[in-house]
């Protein structure tokens, strides 16, 4: 069974809570999506750039220019496949590996998110940890899962955990509306 679903009846009126398994692809799309918000200065991106350039590119030219021109060739063929093939078939399961040991059985265990007026509480592994609306930056919704993202990290409800479409759409909306509500401009009195 994915879901698991809480009585609404045990809830104040403006809360809706949702129980679910968490899982690692959740938290490797946060650690991307995390990732990804974060610049990186042009001096550094430019250094990095230009070494492979040299790497790639100048040491084979030197090598050839040198007349060592099988060994030009083989940097070359090797940096080509290292670029294109060797390095992204290193880095494709870093995250999830990392999060697949870091996380451990966590996959089986329940975990349960709660939307109040005042913030969203998370509960799993007998722990609780309670995210005021104030932190909360972004929500974004993919196919499996509902993002709420804060400062450099996030967390994740699975859809799965929702018995019908509508609990679903009702607990995105009122997270929405909290987080609209939140972050819009007060007026002072």
Same mark, same amino acid.
């Given at each position: 069974?994915?879901?698991?679903?809480?009585?609404?009846?045990?809830? /104040?009126? @403006?809360?809706? =809570?949702?129980?679910?398994? /968490?899982?690692?692809?959740?938290?490797?799309?946060?650690?991307?999506? &995390?990732?990804?918000?974060?610049?990186?200065?042009?001096?550094?991106?430019? =250094?990095?750039?230009?070494?492979l350039?040299?790497?790639?590119?100048?040491?084979?030219?030197?090598?050839?220019?040198? !007349?060592?021109?099988?060994? %030009?060739?083989?940097?070359?063929?090797?940096?080509?496949a290292?670029?294109?093939?060797l390095?992204?078939?290193?880095?494709?399961? %870093?995250?999830?590996?990392?999060?697949?040991? &870091?996380?451990?059985?966590?996959?089986?265990?329940?975990?349960?998110?709660?939307?109040?007026?005042?913030?969203?509480?998370?509960?799993?592994? @007998?722990?609780?940890?309670?995210? $005021?609306?104030?932190?909360?930056?972004?929500?974004?919704?993919?196919? @499996?899962?509902?993002?709420?993202?804060?400062?450099?990290?996030?967390?994740?409800?699975r859809k799965?955990?929702? =018995?019908?479409?509508?609990?679903? @759409?009702?607990?995105?909306?009122l997270?929405?509306?909290?987080?609209?509500?939140?972050?819009? $401009?007060?007026? !002072?009195?």
């Amino acid at each position: 069974m994915n879901h698991i679903q809480t009585a609404k009846t045990d809830l /104040p009126s @403006d809360s809706l =809570a949702v129980e679910f398994h /968490p899982s690692v692809d959740d938290y490797v799309h946060i650690a991307n999506r &995390v990732a990804a918000s974060i610049k990186t200065p042009p001096v550094i991106r430019y =250094a990095y750039q230009f070494f492979l350039f040299i790497n790639a590119v100048g040491f084979p030219a030197f090598l050839w220019l040198n !007349e060592y021109y099988i060994a %030009g060739i083989l940097i070359l063929a090797v940096n080509i496949a290292a670029l294109s093939w060797l390095i992204p078939w290193f880095t494709r399961g %870093g995250h999830r590996a990392y999060f697949e040991q &870091v996380i451990g059985p966590r996959e089986s265990e329940i975990a349960r998110v709660e939307l109040n007026s005042k913030g969203i509480r998370y509960s799993s592994d @007998d722990g609780e940890s309670f995210f $005021p609306w104030r932190r909360i930056t972004a929500i974004e919704e993919t196919d @499996d899962a509902i993002f709420f993202f804060f400062s450099g990290n996030g967390f994740a409800v699975r859809k799965s955990g929702f =018995a019908y479409r509508g609990e679903q @759409d009702a607990f995105t909306r009122l997270a929405r509306s909290y987080l609209e509500g939140e972050h819009s $401009p007060q007026l !002072e009195q």
